[in-house]
Structure formats: C-alpha cells, structure tokens
T-cell receptor, first 112, second 118 residues
Framework: DTVLTQTPLSLSVTPGQPASISCKSS???????????LHWYLQKPGQSPQLLIY???SRFFGVPDRFSASGSGTDFTLKISRVEAEDVGVYYC?????????FGGGTKVDIK | QVQLVQSGAEVKKPGASVKLSCKAS????????IHWVRQAPGQRLEWMGW????????GSSQNFQGRVTIVRDTSASTVHMELSSLTSEDTAVYYC???????????WGQGTMVIISP
C-alpha cells in the first residue's frame, strides 16, 4: 500500500499566523492520465471529514483562499496563510492514484 | 438538500456480519460513485471500497480479504456495505462518501458506529 506520512503530528497556532503541513508519499503519485490524485481533508471535532483541496492544489467550492496547497511526485504541502479559530481539527492528506486509496495519519491543529 | 444519510449504530458479536446503508438525496444518484471509509479508534482513515452507482461495478481493498460487499439499490438511491467475519478490530466509525469524479470525496455521510463485542 502507498504510505502517506504527515508532519507535524500536531500544531498549535496563534490566530492570524500561518501554518504548514507536509505529506510525503512512499510512491510517486502522478498517474498516466497526467493527474495527481492527492487531496486534503479537514475533520473538525465531532464531524465527518470535509474536502478542502483536490488534485494537489485546487480549492474545493467554498474553501477560503487562505488555504493553498502544492507539491509534486512524492512531496506535498498544505498551507494556511492566516489561521482562524474555525480551522481547528485534524487535517488529512489522501491519495487516490493507487489502490487502495490511503490516508495520512493526520495533523491536529489547534489554537493557542 | 444534497446529503448522504447513513443507518444507525450497530453492536455485533465476533464472527457475525454487519450491513450498513447510505441513502443519497438531492442529486442524481447514478452520476457519482460512493466510497466506504472507516476510522477505528486511534487509527487513520482507511479506505474499504467503492461502487460505481451507474454500472454497479465495485472495487475493494485487499486488506479486507474479500470480507467487503458493496451493492446499490438505484430505486432507493441507497448503497449498502456488508462486512463479514467481524473481529474486535472492526470496531470503528464507518463513513460513506461521494466521489466527485476526480476520486476526491466531496460529500460524506454522518458516520455509523459499529462495535464488535462478545
């Protein structure tokens, strides 16, 4: 299986400050169709996960532009330019290039 | 309202099977695939399998060694997932999620808690 390793495990951020999460894959994620199926989700406390970013860097509908993401190959990053209180929760990267689809271990973000 | 509504919590004994449902509403059911993902206590999210709701074709993770069966009922806009030969390691919250079309899950059910207990 493709292993996704997220760092850090947790982040405590002052509101208005930036945050960055890394996701490294054990296998290259670009597929033969030219797409890279690496996505990011946020699971807020007590809720189901919600899609933030799809295909490496595209923000899903309604996701604030303070969220951005980038990467290629095996290394990917999610950035929050200015963390707000509503951003707390666990962030997961997920790859759907290889079967089975797999998730990172999660990065817990809270507010200082 | 566009949503996925899952069936209620289950308590099962080891060796039994559990069948969960996921009812879609507010969109054309057969236009989007449905995936099943579980989250065991303290574990990362784990993909179980999926169904193409239009064709009925399925795929599942070999990590479940053939224990996962996914079917759809287009007349009821519902997907069912059955997990057999349950053990304590199957205790988890089970989610269904809609495939937006680029293998990203844009709509999730509320989750179903399954507890395996002797």
């Amino acid at each position: 299986d493709t292993v996704l390793t997220q760092t850090p495990l947790s982040l405590s951020v002052t509101p208005g400050q930036p945050a960055s999460i890394s996701c490294k894959s054990s296998q290259s994620l670009p597929q033969s169709d030219g797409k890279t199926y690496l996505h990011w989700y946020l699971q807020k406390p007590g809720q189901s996960p919600q899609l933030l970013i799809y295909e490496v860097s595209s923000r899903f509908f309604g996701v604030p532009d303070r969220f951005s993401a980038s990467g290629s190959g095996t290394d990917f990053t999610l950035k929050i330019s200015r963390v707000e209180a509503e951003d707390v929760g666990v962030y997961y990267c997920m790859q759907a290039t290889h079967v089975p689809h797999t998730f990172g271990g999660g990065t817990k973000v809270d507010i200082k | 309202q566009v949503q996925l509504v899952q069936s209620g919590a289950e308590v099962k004994k080891p060796g039994a099977s559990v069948k969960l449902s996921c009812k879609a509403s507010g969109y054309t059911f057969t236009n989007f695939g449905i995936h099943w993902v579980r989250q065991a206590p303290g574990q990362r999210l784990e993909w179980m399998g999926w169904i193409n709701t239009g064709s009925g074709n399925t795929g599942s993770s070999q990590n479940f060694q053939g224990r996962v069966t996914i079917v759809r009922d287009t007349s009821a806009s519902t997907v069912h997932m059955e997990l057999s030969s349950l053990t304590s390691e199957d205790t988890a919250v089970y989610y269904c999620a809609r495939d937006r079309g680029f293998r990203a899950y844009d709509l999730w059910g509320q989750g179903t808690m399954v507890i395996i207990s002797p």
